[in-house]
Structure formats: C-alpha cells, structure tokens
C-alpha cells in the first residue's frame, strides 16, 4: 500500500483543525443587520426590541457614591445608611412581562453586605431576607412603577449623540459597541422621579417639570465625561449589555444638599423569550415599610 506524502498528511491535519476550531466558534451568525443604521436608530430599534420580549433574564452589577451637605441625612435613619460611602451592589434573575420579576440581590452598605430577593407578580411585591419571606404593604400603584421590562429602555434613552466605537462579543454572540454622552434632561426627568425618596434630597417633594428642565440646564455642564455605552446584537438587534458612568463633581446641579455623585451600572439581557418561571414565597408575612426599617435596624 503506497503511503501518502507526509506533507499531505500535515495538509489534511491542519484543515481539521481548522474544521474544529470554526465549529467552536459557534458558526456563522448571519449577516450583521446593524449594517447601514446610523446609531441614534440602532439604539432606537433594540430599545423598541427589549419592549418586545416576552421574557428575558436580566443581570446588573455596579457602584454607586453620593456626598451629601451636612446635616441632610439627619432623621433619615436606617435609610441614610445607603447613601454613605461607595456602595458596590449586583443583582440577577428571569423578568416576564409585564408584572412579573425575580431578583436576588446583593448590595455591600458601610462594609454590611446585604442579601435579599425581591420578586413581584402582579399588584403584589415580596422581599425574602434573613431566612424569611415578607409580602410588602404597598399601594398596588406604587408596585405598578416597579416594571424591570423598562430597565434597558429607560437608561438607552440616555444616550446622547451616539456613535459606533467598534465591535465586540457578549456571551458569544458578536455586537455593535455605541458610545454617547449623557442626555441631561433624559437624566433629569428620570431622576427627578426617584430622588424625592431619597431622605434629604427635595424634601420628599416631587420636582416640578420647571425645576426639571433648569435641572437638566446644570446637569448638560456638570457631566462633563458622563458617557453611556450600548451593545447592540448584530445578528437580530436584540440588546446584550448596557453601560452608564455617571460622574457628577458638583451635585448640586441636581439637588442643594447633594455634594457629589457617581454611578458605574452595568445591565445585561439574555435567555430571550426563554421558558422562565416566576412565582410568588408561599406563606410569606405581611410588613409594612415602618416594620421593614425595625427588621434592618433602623
């Protein structure tokens, strides 16, 4: 029997490998749909595309920082604890909407890290910590608010002028990287909504929209290099991951008793329109917010 060159031989074991390493590379996606899209409409279109899931787990880490005046967190309590230091937070779980989400949380406040789960399914909210399951006294209006399908919406409508700033796999899939600046009054409107829970800031009061448009006139300065970062899936426009940088020197474009803050929040989508499963702690006890601050030792 003749036997092939040894060259052969190496021709042939090189196109295996090269077989194999094409198939562990997941194959071919498809053609990149992001093609031809100015950005501002690519981050249009996978917003509109996470409103339109029927289901997705949704993952989000960061760090959060505020400087308050003196004097502001006085009376706040256990809450004021929250806005003191950096505060690294991350949290995970399935969100189907749209009145349904799971989330396991993890924050570390004045070095005491905190675990918990907050699940809601439809007009009722529950929070699972310390080895216990509580159903919380909230107005079925205030749960409403709740809605984790306008998470990636909400923060892609901060994006300002974005542009394309390369390409770059998530969890294997390849994606269009758009950076922008902050949009300020985006940012205002949506804080402006937030922040009046806050203890110290606004004293409580929702602001006003004139207050949020001269809020949104100090905010435009103040960013400065605020930047927000979105990947978008060049195979279908589904949205993979989500970045804002919020640096804000000078806090009191936003409110006079905030000194400082900063934001690092990373989100990110995956399992779309998957079989997920939410389901609300069986026997779970009702709490009501004053006993919530007793339970953490306020």
């Known amino acids: 029997m003749r036997r092939a060159p040894i060259r052969v031989l190496a021709a042939l074991a090189a196109a295996a490998v090269l077989t194999l390493l094409a198939g562990c590379g997941g194959g071919d996606s498809g053609p990149d749909r992001t093609e031809g899209i ?11 595309a996470a409103q339109g899931l029927t289901s997705f787990r949704l993952d989000f880490e960061g760090e959060a920082e505020t400087s308050l005046a003196p004097g502001a967190l006085e009376g706040s309590g256990t809450a004021g604890l929250a806005l003191r230091g950096p505060i690294p937070f991350s949290g995970a ?3 189907i909407p749209p009145d349904r989400f799971a989330f396991d949380v993890t924050a570390e406040v004045s070095r005491l890290p905190i675990q ?3 699940t809601r399914t439809g007009d009722d909210l529950y929070l699972s910590a310390l080895g216990r399951d509580f159903k919380l006294a909230l107005p079925p209006a205030t749960v ?64 006003t929209p004139a207050e949020l ?43 006079p008793q905030l000194r400082s803050a900063r934001l690092d929040l990373v989100v990110e989508l995956s399992d779309y329109d998957a079989q997920l499963e939410v389901a609300a702690p069986q026997g779970a006890q009702p709490l009501d917010l004053d006993s919530l601050s007793g339970l953490l030792g306020g």
């Open 116 to 118: 918990a789960n907050l």
């Open 38 to 48: 100015a950005p501002a409409e690519l981050v249009r279109q996978t917003a509109e």
């Open 144 to 207: 409403r608010q709740l809605d984790a399908r306008a998470v990636f919406p909400t923060l892609a409508a901060w994006i300002a002028d974005p542009k394309r700033d390369g390409e770059e796999d998530v969890d294997g899939e390849g994606t269009v990287r758009l950076v922008g600046s902050v949009d300020a009054r985006a940012a205002a409107e949506d804080l402006g909504t937030i922040l009046p829970a806050v203890p110290g800031l606004f004293g409580g009061q929702a602001p």
């Open 93 to 95: 779980g399935p969100v």
């Open 213 to 255: 448009r001269a809020t949104a006139e100090r905010l435009q300065t103040a960013l400065g290099d605020s930047t927000v970062t979105v990947w978008v899936r060049t195979s279908d426009l589904l949205p993979a991951r989500l970045r804002v940088e919020l640096d804000l020197p000078d806090g009191s474009a936003l409110s």
